[in-house]
T-cell receptor
Framework: EAGVVQSPRYKIIEKKQPVAFWCNPI?????LYWYRQNLGQGPELLIR????????DSQLPKDRFSAERLKGVDSTLKIQPAELGDSAVYLC?????????FGPGTRLTVL | AQTVTQSQPEMSVQEAETVTLSCTYD???????LFWYKQPPSRQMILVIR??????QNATENRFSVNFQKAAKSFSLKISDSQLGDTAMYFC???????????FGKGTKLSVIP
């Protein structure tokens, strides 16, 4: 069974540029999560989807961050414009119930 | 609300020895789940072991076992016969039974020394 797929693995951009991350969850997992993991910290939830509906986006900085999960399968997280403080690892996870399965993450560096 | 505290930022252990990583948590939930995740340098977060709070028996997965002390809100991870591949960050996490939001600790960096 294929795991959670994320791309790209690494991204380096200059501040004020836009950036997008893509995630394909495990087949059959209706719940999808985006996390941000700052250096030396545990992951923090940004948004959770149930199928195509964002059911918890209270931690998503909506002025610059947006996400979508069209058709309730793969998902895209976008930052526009990026700021220096957005440098972090962005993790995607999916779950059938309480156990979450994580992808390898995208390491974003904003210069 | 839930909080998870890992008080050991870094630990090291000799290969083949046993090491215990500490975790304490606080929750207002009556039922919840506790997890230990491993994150090697590849960044892939891998589930090591899970414990359901209503189960008194400590969970065990091969060389990994937990000491779950519900009254003390403690959930430590014991790794026996440590291997070089166990070198990684280890995160303790909790989630309420009716919730989906995992709360993570800050992690413990474990180094296994040959």
């Amino acid at each position: 069974e294929a795991g959670v797929v994320q791309s790209p693995r690494y991204k380096i951009i200059e501040k004020k540029q836009p950036v997008a991350f893509w995630c394909n969850p495990i087949s059959g997992h209706n719940t999808l999560y985006w996390y941000r993991q700052n250096l030396g910290q545990g992951p923090e939830l940004l948004i959770r989807y149930e199928n195509e509906e964002a059911v918890d986006d209270s931690q998503l900085p909506k002025d610059r961050f947006s996400a979508e999960r069209l058709k309730g399968v793969d998902s895209t997280l976008k930052i526009q414009p990026a700021e220096l403080g957005d440098s972090a690892v962005y993790l995607c996870a999916s779950s059938p119930r309480s156990e979450q399965f994580f992808g390898p993450g995208t390491r974003l560096t904003v210069l | 609300a839930q909080t998870v505290t890992q008080s050991q930022p870094e630990m090291s252990v000799q290969e083949a020895e046993t090491v215990t990583l500490s975790c304490t948590y606080d929750t207002s939930e009556n039922n919840y789940y506790l997890f230990w995740y491993k994150q090697p340098p590849s960044r892939q977060m891998i589930l090591v072991i899970r414990q359901e709070a209503y189960k008194q028996q400590n969970a065990t997965e091969n060389r990994f076992s937990v000491n779950f002390q519900k009254a003390a809100k403690s959930f430590s991870l014991k790794i026996s016969d440590s291997q070089l591949g166990d070198t990684a960050m280890y995160f303790c996490a909790s989630v309420g039974a009716g919730s989906y939001q995992l709360t993570f600790g800050k992690g413990t960096k474990l180094s296994v020394i040959p």
